[in-house]
């Protein structure tokens, strides 16, 4: 994946792209990767970094839902089901087994919560990942030693996904990139142009970093731009309404030992009806989420004190040791787009559950809502309107089976895992230089050889790019990434041949950036 050899396929101003896709979050990259499935050509373009948005903020659960089910939304959940399927095949690498517990405090919760899951078993049929049971009160207690007892009966066990998010976007951009498209992070779209008919016919793209601007030829323009929908919507209509109204969740981290065990905690319903989890991930306990009302879309949206309140105070009602902002190593927040409230009413509701097409008067074509764990039906969905809106054929989508990039039958043992097969070559670069297996941070796992890899096939440009989505640092531990961000620099500097003054700003927006992700207690 080469941003410089992509840019350069730009200049050709005579190609007309099939597809472009607006957005290099879970939606686009599930569009440009089910459109190269079926021969098309693709260009992705992201505004900042793959995955920068919502897709790094996710609770990073491979899930049917269960909640949803719960709601009687049953398709919905078979659909998420058979793409967790899909996902842990093609991505063995990325994704994990996770078993959860929901601790259970009286016999109506006990015969509730187990119905539901044997459902969810049998709705996993062939695809799932292991049988929901329910287990004594000691046995809960043994595999959560951080759970509070008081009141406790006994616990239920069932089984789902996890993953890294960032990381999967990344595998899924080079994926794309390696079977023809071109991805390319930090190249903003800032017009659609449109032919005398009024459709739509190309877009002005700009590089972020050189300022330069291209003009693109698309035969089908897609938005998948999430909460900035709207947005894209006006840059078609400026008097297109406003739809979608952000609401954001929150998630912070603490130590492992919270909880102890390698169980994620699962409560179905908090105080405002919320499903809280608190779920093991890279070494930390990751505990969330909230659901806030958000006027603006915001790329580095900020959790309120309100909702870090919120999730100290329920977690701490679960747990022996009560955290406090004291014990909290990053706080990350995210957005869903909902839909925005008709005039004259007051309810917001989320943009389905399952995700939405909309195809606009021009032929641009809107992807809004669904969620991570069915990022490729998503793009399945929304290039089968490709000979609608061209009125060319096309071959049938084959991303179901498309190995994702790293994909591997042994997977490298420990924090390696996520490289897959280029894990091997990673540790290879140590080889050349010794200097390079020299640890980011005494507490992380990682080397510096991860930095010269991000920089050289990931696509990292800027240090927030390697320590909070190439390697997650920043957000399990926003004061060790704070700590590394020298060493890091220093190191992309040398690699992107850039000087002092460079080493500087990237320092002072870094600091910027991680801020927001330390608590003051
Ligand atoms: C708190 C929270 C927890 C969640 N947990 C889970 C979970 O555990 N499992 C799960 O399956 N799902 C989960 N989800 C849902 C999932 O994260 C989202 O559905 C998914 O990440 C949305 O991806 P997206 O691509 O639509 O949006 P985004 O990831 O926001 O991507 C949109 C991208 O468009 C780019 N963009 C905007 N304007 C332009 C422009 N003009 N030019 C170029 N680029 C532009 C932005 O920079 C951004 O990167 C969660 C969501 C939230 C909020």
């Known amino acids: 994946m080469n941003r410089d050899e992509n840019l350069k396929q730009l200049q050709n101003k005579e190609k007309i792209w099939d597809i472009v896709v607006i957005g290099g979050g879970a939606s686009g990259l599930g569009v440009a990767l089910d459109a190269v499935s079926r021969g098309l050509s693709v260009a992705l373009f ?60 009286n016999r109506w919760d006990r015969i509730q919560y187990s119905a539901g899951l044997k459902m969810y078993d049998y709705m996993s049929a062939n695809l799932s990942l292991g049988s929901s049971r329910y287990i004594s ?8 030693p951080g759970i509070n007892p008081e009141g406790l009966f006994g616990g239920i066990v069932y089984y789902d996904g996890q993953f890294d998010d960032a990381r999967l976007a990344l595998s899924i951009a080079q994926t794309a990139d390696h079977a023809g498209a071109i991805v390319l992070n930090y190249t903003k779209v800032n017009a659609l142009e449109k032919d005398a008919s009024g459709k739509l016919s190309g877009l002005h793209v700009q590089d972020m970093f050189s300022k330069k601007k291209y003009s693109i030829k698309a035969r089908m323009v897609v938005n998948a731009t999430g909460v900035f929908a709207d947005k894209v919507l006006q840059m078609d209509n ?5 739809t979608i109204q952000p609401s954001q969740g929150i998630h912070l981290v603490l130590d492992l030992d919270f ?3 390698k169980d994620a905690l699962m409560i179905p319903k908090t105080r405002d009806g919320r499903v ?8 930390k306990l990751v505990v969330g989420t909230t659901d806030t009302l958000r006027e603006k879309a915001k790329l580095e949206p900020e959790a309120l ?34 839909a925005r409230p008709k005039e004259g009413s007051t309810k917001t509701k989320e943009i389905s559950r399952s995700h939405k097409v909309i195809v606009s008067e021009s032929g641009l074509v809107t992807l809004t809502g669904g969620k991570w764990t069915t990022f490729r039906k998503m793009g399945e969905d929304t290039v089968e309107y490709f000979p609608k809106v061209t009125g060319l054929a096309m071959d049938p989508s084959r991303s179901k089976d498309i190995l994702l990039h790293g994909f591997t039958k042994v997977i490298p043992k420990g924090h390696w895992a996520v490289y897959g097969s280029n894990a091997v070559l990673i540790q290879d670069l140590t080889k050349a230089d010794s200097g390079l297996s020299e640890r980011i941070h005494p507490e992380f796992p990682n080397i510096l050889a991860e930095v010269v890899w991000a920089v050289r096939h990931e696509m990292a440009l800027k240090i927030e790019d390697v320590l909070s989505r190439r390697i997650r640092m920043l957000i399990l531990d926003a004061q060790a990434a704070l700590d590394s961000a020298e060493k890091v620099v220093k190191l992309m500097a040398s690699e992107l041949g850039k000087d002092e003054g460079w080493i500087e700003k990237e320092l002072e927006d870094f600091r910027k950036v991680a801020e927001k992700y330390l608590i003051k207690s």
């Open 46 to 105: 992201e505004k900042a970094d793959f995955a920068k948005g919502t897709s790094s903020r996710s609770t990073k659960l491979l899930h049917g839902g269960v909640r949803y089910l719960a709601q009687g939304d049953v398709f919905l959940v078979l659909e998420a089901l058979r793409e967790r399927g899909r996902l842990i095949k093609n991505a063995p690498h990325l994704t994990q087994n996770q078993a959860f517990i929901i601790p259970v405090y």
């Open 137 to 144: 009160k000691e046995e809960t207690i043994r595999r959560m």
């Open 238 to 242: 400026p008097d297109a309404a406003k």
């Open 259 to 261: 909880l102890g065990g």
């Open 276 to 283: 809280l989890f608190a779920v093991p991930w890279q070494g």
């Open 305 to 338: 004190q309100k909702e870090i309140d919120f999730v100290l105070e329920t977690a701490a009602g679960y747990l022996t040791r009560k955290p406090t902002r004291a014990d909290v190593k990053s706080v990350f927040a995210g957005l869903r787009p909902l």
